[in-house]
């Protein structure tokens, strides 16, 4: 994919998220099964990263489980960062919420966080939405260059295709004047049907993509599962590990 095509994906998205922040978010009022399940293993007092934080939904969860580390949640959705403000608001949690854009080639420069490396990084979502192998590359050095020595970072990309009802929200790329040649494989675009209407991209990963990732970034795949939706297999969880300790 050229970059030309890959900013119009990524503008296409943006468009998205800021019309539809709000029925997206009221879609969003419960956290999956999954993140759940990777919270339930984070100590208490762990600095956590959290990017594409969308409406706050995990500084909810750590807030209402006293969570006492750092928490630094970025998403380049205004609209989003301002609900997730509004839906954390202990003054004992130390929490952060910042705009950035994830694709950008420094996004991890221009946020101001608290501290410099982080013991957790998540990623519930996200790379998904990120067009082209080389941003993603980009994406993912930035996340290992922001993790602790002994950090975890997890990911959660939606398996869309597991799911004949989510197979019927596949449209045409022509939809918005791109051809099939243009895109990479795995590449899909998709309706939006709940408070509006609206088409986003996504990158539908298999086990295999995903390790070959984290191989070239100087990551090591050390856990993987399938969670989510009423199947319990619309979302593939890896976590990761810097590849040297």
């Not at 050390?222 to 009423?230: H, P, Q, R, Y």
Request: glycine share 8%.
């Amino acid at each position: 994919m050229d970059a030309e095509v890959a900013q119009r994906l990524i503008a296409l998205n943006k468009a998205f998220y800021q019309k539809l922040a709000s029925p997206f978010s009221a879609t969003r009022s419960q956290l999956q099964a999954g993140v759940k399940r990777v919270l339930g293993e984070v100590p208490e007092d762990a600095n956590i990263l959290d990017l594409g934080c969308g409406n706050g939904g995990v500084a909810r969860e750590l807030e209402q489980r006293w969570h006492t580390g750092k928490y630094v949640g970025v998403d380049f959705s205004e609209e989003l960062l301002a609900i997730a403000r509004k839906n954390v608001t202990s003054p004992r949690f130390k929490v952060q919420f910042i705009q950035g854009d994830l694709t950008a080639s420094d996004w991890n420069l221009q946020s101001p966080f608290f501290i410099d490396h982080f013991d957790f990084i998540f990623a519930f979502a996200v790379l998904h939405h990120v067009p082209s192998h080389k941003l993603r590359l980009d994406f993912l050095k930035q996340v290992r260059g922001l993790l602790a020595s002994r950090g975890r970072f997890t990911l959660s990309n939606w398996q869309f295709l597991n799911s004949p009802k989510l197979k019927e929200r596949i449209q045409p790329w022509e939809k918005i004047g791109v051809s099939d040649s243009q895109v990479d494989e795995g590449d899909y675009l998709l309706d939006w049907r709940s408070g509006g209407k609206g088409l986003r991209y996504v990158h539908h990963f298999d086990t295999a993509e995903l390790e070959a990732l984290a191989e070239e970034t100087d990551f090591r795949v050390v856990n993987e599962f399938l969670s989510d939706g009423k199947t319990g297999n619309l979302a593939l969880y890896q976590i990761w590990a810097p590849a040297k300790m």
